[in-house]
């Protein structure tokens, strides 16, 4: 079969001789660094977007991500709202909900709480808290029926479970012939729910019906604002700027990269900065390339002599030595790319082999918020990662190719 001569010469200097078993050992630890780099690199980027994912699916399960209020503090007109927000293509969800401020009191003990007013069957629309619901139901808040579904860690300080009394405390102070009083009320503990990852969910919210919320802090009708989900996590801040346009001046809306913004920008941050220096492995592994080529390239000059006298063009010779650097590179990219692969999906069951072989755990849900180590394959990364290695394999021949193509001919064979 026909081969372009540099092709078939470039391949011919990949396999190894007898008396170039060093080069060819230099060539092989080249292929292996690039290999070790790549999958290294799609190893962690893979766990760090499993982190990221559990991250988002626990946090953004519970925060608002968009929310639209009155600047009065009361929204008594919450249903033509929901209708006007609905307008928007990107909308998906819109529920209403009531939050003040109150402590909750068991026995002598007493906590500080963030109340928040919803309705049971309009809150599975914006929240995926029945997901994280570890006793009861969210539909145990009925109207009327003054039930209260609080954090995991919330009912363990106050020792509640479900069925048990509970006293809630508002600032909304009450008229009595003794002086003016906090208003109280007992609720009955309903659900308990679970998030964790210590952004205080467990510790510093509680659920209770929309009517009961209202009547708990004495707002007739009226609700806090409205609570809105949007087909994509990171179109929030596109449609809150189109719910400004569209909605009166008296209302005010807001998104949660206000709130957690900062902190995914972080994440970002963190991830790229990563990809760039663990991609200082693989350049680790081109600059052996690179010594490797040269090494080849001083081996070979009497080869290279022999094919300028032949009629062979410094173009021809260059392109035989581009083409064994590029494919140790191309061969590397491959192995490395299909270890990364295996290595991302199968990380969480390896740690988790290792934490039960040694009898160890790397993770803890009191710190993680999870206990196993998450791992989300990237195809995107993938492609990014094999393409900057091939790339730096391809820049890697340039000079030893180079070198080799500035050969003189009778001064490579003045000694053979």
Not at 39 to 55: C, P, Q, R, W
Not at 205 to 211: E, G, K, T, V
Not at 263 to 276: L, P, R, W
Not at 379 to 387: A, L, M
């Amino acid at each position: 079969m026909f081969q372009p001569l540099s092709l078939y010469i470039g391949l011919r200097y990949t396999r190894a001789k007898k008396r170039n078993h060093f080069i060819s050992f230099i060539s092989l630890i080249s292929m292996l660094g690039i290999a070790l780099g790549i999958a290294v690199l799609i190893t962690v980027l893979s766990v760090m977007n499993g982190f990221d994912y559990e991250i988002h699916n626990h946090i953004f399960n519970m925060t608002n991500q968009v929310t639209v209020t009155d600047l009065s503090g009361l929204t008594t007109d919450w249903n033509q709202l929901a209708n006007k927000v609905k307008t928007v293509k990107e909308v998906t969800g819109v529920a209403p909900f009531v939050s003040g401020q109150g402590m909750l009191s068991n026995d002598g003990m007493v906590q500080g709480i963030m109340l928040s007013g919803v309705s049971p069957t309009r809150e599975s629309q914006v929240s995926k808290i029945q997901t994280k619901m570890v006793q009861g139901k969210l539909t145990n808040l009925t109207s009327g029926s003054f039930g209260i579904i609080l954090g995991q860690e919330t009912a363990d300080n106050l020792h509640v479970k479900i069925g048990d009394k509970i006293t809630i405390i508002t600032p909304k102070a009450t008229l009595t012939p003794i002086g003016i009083l906090p208003r109280f009320k007992r609720f009955t503990v309903a659900g308990i729910f679970h998030v964790g990852g210590g952004f205080g969910y467990d510790s510093s919210l509680a659920l209770i019906n929309l009517h009961d919320a209202q009547k708990l802090l004495q707002m007739g009708t009226a609700v806090t604002g409205l609570r809105v989900k949007v087909d994509n996590l990171y179109a929030a801040p596109k449609v809150a700027n189109e719910l400004m346009q569209r909605l009166p001046e008296n209302y005010s809306v807001s998104n949660w990269t206000q709130q957690y913004g900062a902190y995914f920008k972080a994440i970002t941050m963190e991830k790229t900065m990563m990809f760039i220096i663990l991609l200082f492995i693989i350049a680790v592994a081109a600059f052996n390339l690179v010594s490797g080529l040269v090494m080849t390239v001083t081996d070979k000059q009497a080869d290279i002599a022999i094919l300028r006298t032949l009629g062979a063009s410094p173009r021809t010779i260059m392109t035989i030595f581009i083409i064994q650097g590029a494919v140790i590179g191309l061969v590397g990219t491959l192995i490395g790319v299909i270890g990364g692969i295996i290595l991302a999906l199968n990380a969480p069951a390896i740690v988790a082999g290792i934490e039960h072989t040694f009898h160890t755990q790397f993770i803890s849900a009191s710190v993680y918020f999870i206990d196993y180590l998450p791992s989300r394959l990237d195809w995107h990364y993938v492609i990014n990662v094999s393409g900057a290695a091939l790339i730096m394999s391809l820049l890697a021949t340039i000079y030893p190719a180079w070198r080799a193509a500035k050969t003189q001919p009778a001064e490579a064979l003045r000694y053979e």
